[in-house]
Structure formats: C-alpha cells, structure tokens
C-alpha cells in the first residue's frame, strides 16, 4: 500500500489563482480529512469527510471547497488563493468513524506559498 | 471551541537526557494521542490513550492520560539524536476529529 499521497510536494501561487490539492488514500479509508499546519499552531482542522459523497466543515474552513466523489481521493480546492493561506496542508484518513479512536495516517504535506 | 495547550513550545537537550512535556485542555477528551512530526514529513501516531489514569509505554517514551481527563504529559527517556522533530498532543472527543495542540519542537546534541 502507498498509503496516504498528496501532490504537489510544493506550490507557489499568485494572489487570486485557484488551485486544487490532491489527496489519495489505497487503504479502503472511510474517513479522510484536511488539515493545515501553521508555526506556533498546530494542526487546524479544514473539511472532513465520512465517506464518499459526505463532507462536512471543520474549524477553518473558509477558503477551501471539497468534494469526495470516490473513497480512495478527496481533493482540497482553493477557490481565489490570498496570502493568508500560505501553510503547509496534511491530509488524514483513518478507517472508520467510531466512538473510539481509530489511527489517522497522514500524508506527506503539500507546502503552500501565496505571493 | 476546544483549546489545547501545549509546554514547553521548544526544548533543546542534551544527548541522553531525559525530556518532559506536557497537555493541558478546557475541556474534557476521550482520548488522548501523541504524534512526532519529522522534518518534511506528515505526523505519525507515537502512543494513544484510551482511558483516563492510562500509563502507557512505547520504547523510550511514555504517556499518561490524565486522571481529570483534561491532560496528558509525554517522557522521553535517554534522548538519542533521532528524537528530534516536533511532538504534537492531540485530544479526540467524539468521532474522528481531532484537536491539536501547538507542539514541541525538540532539539537533541549529541
């Protein structure tokens, strides 16, 4: 299994583009989430979704667009790209959602840059 | 929304010794999880907690989850330089979503 893979590894983008944030999972994961990462912060939590045609807002989610159309992909779209959102961007999945914890398997990042 | 306190935001120590740090929340968690995150890389679950008054070991580290639910502290004994990155706590209350705390960037010399 490759796990959780995201592309690209780096972007810099100009204030105002769009672009779109892959994420893939082969390991049969209902759960999948985004996350950006920014020093002295943390994780912060984007979108989530609990399975293919279900996403849901998480705690900064204002910017982003998501879908999930398939289990194995769920893209993280910026809709007009602004400085602010320069970060590094994780996406998780984990197996299931259940009332206790089930391992999140993180991907390797993609680093953002806005000009 | 829940908030995550993470101590010490940075360590630097010497090969060796042993290293402390610390969670503490505003709100009750039902799990508690430590990860390390390495340069260039995505975070990676270390130890998970299910229950509060756990102790649980993983190698060199250990993590307890607090008796009032509220925290969780991790130790790392006899530092080696591959310890290096930076340590996130992260609470779970419901579902799979998870809430991180700021981190701990560690720094080992050898």
């Known amino acids: 299994n490759a796990g959780v893979t995201q592309t690209p590894k780096f972007q810099v983008l100009k204030t105002g583009q769009s672009m779109t944030l892959q994420c893939a999972q082969d390991?049969?994961?209902?759960?999948m989430s985004w996350y950006r990462q920014d020093p002295g912060m943390g994780l912060r939590l984007i979108h989530y979704?609990?399975?293919?045609?279900?996403?849901d807002q998480g705690e900064v989610p204002n910017g982003y667009n998501v879908s999930r159309s398939t289990t194995e992909d769920f893209p993280l779209r910026l809709l007009s790209a602004a400085p602010s959102q320069t970060s590094v961007y994780f996406c998780?999945?984990?197996?299931?959602?259940?009332?206790?914890?089930?391992?999140?398997?993180f991907g390797p990042g993609t680093r953002l840059t806005v000009l | 929304g829940q908030q995550l306190n993470q101590s010490p935001q940075s360590m630097f120590i010497q090969e060796g010794e042993d290293v402390s740090m610390n969670c503490t929340s505003s709100?009750?968690?039902?799990?508690w999880l430590w990860y390390k995150q390495d340069p260039g890389e995505g975070p990676v679950l270390l130890i998970a907690?299910?229950?509060?008054?756990e102790l649980t070991s993983n190698g060199r580290l250990t993590a307890q989850f607090g008796i009032t639910r509220k925290d969780s502290f991790l130790n790392i004994s006899a530092s080696i330089p591959s310890d290096v990155g930076i340590y996130f706590c992260?609470?779970?209350?419901?579902?799979?979503?998870?809430?991180f705390g700021e981190g701990t960037q560690l720094t080992v010399n050898p």
């Open positions: 998780a999945s984990s197996l299931t959602v259940l009332s206790s914890y089930n391992e999140q398997f």
């Open positions: 390991m049969n994961h209902e759960y």
């Open positions: 979704s609990v399975g293919a045609g279900i996403t």
């Open positions: 709100s009750i968690f039902n799990t």
């Open positions: 907690l299910y229950k509060a008054g």
């Open positions: 992260a609470g779970q209350s419901s579902g799979s979503r998870l809430t």
